[in-house]
């Protein structure tokens, strides 16, 4: 009888659904032989009555239910309950996150990958793609971006041989070509036909794609980078029980060398090498000028470890301060009705410690000692290095602190400062724009950033930091609050920072 409920499911005859279903009640929670259960074959065939009518029974979902269906709280309390749900395969070979991703759940989505889905598994069928390729297939615009920007590889091949970008290209689905070529999809790449996107889009008789597809290609040999970016997503963090993506960039001839280099440990790690995964459109562009260091025989190289921020509500603002802050809440506005914001950041500090940077010497060739690593960042970035660079002296010779937002909670900063002893050799870069704000509203804000900026600057003075020997603060005329205003300042810090090593 199951057979048949689940035939009804999937026709849609919603009346003799029904009514074998008021003579048998007890089929609403079996599966088919296959495993197939009534509400997947509704969900499957896109016959939401059935698919209503099943949930306002009440009926027990599964996880790949849950996930399809978008519904949060399940997924969430089923993966409270059993954590291994979460790489579990259905009954036709799809895991959680590919059913969420076909279907268009993009909570659900970036629920499962916080809770550590395997961004790049295969399903077991004969399509054997991944999560990317299920929302692709299904022009789910907003879970593609979602799973680029976790780091889904776009070059990623299902059975047949086709890429995500071999996809958008047969859905003529334009914006999604030009997302999956944002995020480095090659589009000369054949699939088991040998059939080139390129190819294809001539083929299909698409111009507008094909012209995209051609121009990209004349372009994309020059915007490449001669180093390397490893991400490592999901990595978890278990002094903040947290998830979170590191982007760790590797010069141009690592994997020929034996060489150790030193590391740079930076803040807003999506903000840093790409302006595509960046949050406001702009980069640090910091692959790019490290490339051309080694080109130019400048110097070996540096490691660079991009750490993604929290991206959860404020949580930023919790990681990047140890301290709480109650004056912030008169400056920004997203900010102003939380009960609390900030003091996070010892954790994330002891992260950066005890986790990350103990994994990156283990599996890269680094340059371990104090001076030869770095903690930077900008804004809330500079807050937490300056920070760091008291909390964790012996472990950061090198702080690189842009646009610090030291009014976030000045005075328990100073304080903190004013008790901790100056690390012997260490360096500590500032600098500020006369044009920073982060909030247009308030006349003044560019004072606000300046004055407290100045005043750190006298406080590492009066700790025993001496001008242009361990503290370098540089005023920008002008310059605004942003990444691109960062990325022309980078390269003069890293270079006085590092001196030594820099012919």
């Not at 309390?77 to 395969?89: A, Q, R, S, T």
């Not at 889009?201 to 094909?210: F, M, P, Q, S, T």
């Not at 390397?228 to 999901?234: C, E, F, K």
């Not at 300046?450 to 025993?464: D, T, V």
Request: glycine letters at 8%; charged letters at 20%; a negative charge.
């Amino acid at each position: 009888m199951i057979e048949t409920l689940v035939g009804y499911a999937r026709d849609g005859n919603f009346d003799e659904f029904r009514k074998l279903l008021y003579r048998e009640p007890d089929l609403l929670e079996q599966t088919a032989e296959s495993g197939e259960s009534p509400l997947i074959a509704a969900l499957y065939n896109g016959r939401m009555e059935i698919v209503d009518y099943l949930l306002d029974k009440g009926i027990t979902v599964t996880i790949h239910e849950a996930a399809a269906l978008g519904d949060d709280q399940s997924v969430r309390w089923l993966l409270d309950y059993e954590p291994l749900l979460i790489g579990v395969y259905s009954f036709d070979g799809w895991t959680p996150l590919h059913l969420a991703a076909f279907f268009g759940a993009s909570e659900a989505v970036s629920l499962l990958l916080e809770r550590g889905a395997h961004i790049e598994a295969v399903s077991q069928n004969h399509l054997q793609n991944t999560a990317l390729h299920a929302a692709t297939a299904a022009k789910r615009s907003a879970v593609v971006l979602t799973l680029l920007q976790a780091g889904a590889d776009a070059n990623a091949r299902q059975k047949n041989g086709q890429t995500a970008l071999h996809q958008a290209v047969e859905n003529y689905d334009i914006n999604m070509v030009q997302m999956l070529l944002d995020f480095r999809a090659d589009a000369s790449l054949n699939d088991g036909r040998g059939m080139s996107a390129v190819r294809l889009a001539e083929r299909l008789g698409y111009a507008e794609i094909l012209q995209m597809l051609e121009r990209h290609e004349s372009t994309s040999e020059g915007q490449a980078f001669k180093g390397q970016i490893v991400y490592l997503h999901n990595f978890f963090l278990p002094e903040l029980n947290a998830l979170r993506t590191l982007r760790i960039y590797l010069p141009p001839g690592y994997e020929q060398s034996d060489v150790q280099y030193p590391v740079l440990y930076m803040h807003d790690g999506q903000n840093l090498f790409e302006k595509q995964t960046s949050s406001y459109g702009m980069c640090w562009d910091i692959a790019t000028t490290i490339d051309e260091w080694v080109e130019q025989g400048r110097h070996p190289g540096f490691i660079v470890v991009g750490i993604d921020n929290n991206r959860e509500g404020i949580g930023r603002y919790h990681e990047y301060s140890p301290w709480e802050s109650e004056i912030v809440k008169q400056y920004l506005e997203k900010a102003s009705h939380e009960q609390r914001v900030g003091g996070d950041g010892f954790a994330y500090l002891d992260c950066i410690v005890h986790t990350i940077k103990p994994y990156i010497d283990k599996h890269y060739r680094t340059q371990n000692e104090k001076e030869n690593t770095l903690i930077g960042g900008s804004s809330m970035g500079g807050y937490i290095s300056i920070s760091a660079a008291f909390v964790y002296g012996d472990v950061f010779g090198k702080v690189l602190a842009c646009s610090t937002a030291v009014f976030f909670e000045e005075k328990e900063l100073a304080a903190y400062i004013e008790m901790q002893p100056k690390s012997a050799g260490q360096r500590i870069y500032m600098d500020i724009g006369t044009n920073e704000t982060s909030n247009s509203k308030l006349a003044h804000f560019p004072a606000i950033y300046s004055g407290s900026n100045e005043r750190m600057y006298q406080l590492l003075q009066s700790k025993g930091f001496v001008t242009d020997v361990d503290v370098r603060y540089v005023i920008e005329d002008n310059a605004e609050h942003n990444e691109t205003a960062w990325a022309l300042r980078f390269p003069a810090a890293v270079e006085w920072l590092f001196a030594e090593q820099f012919k």
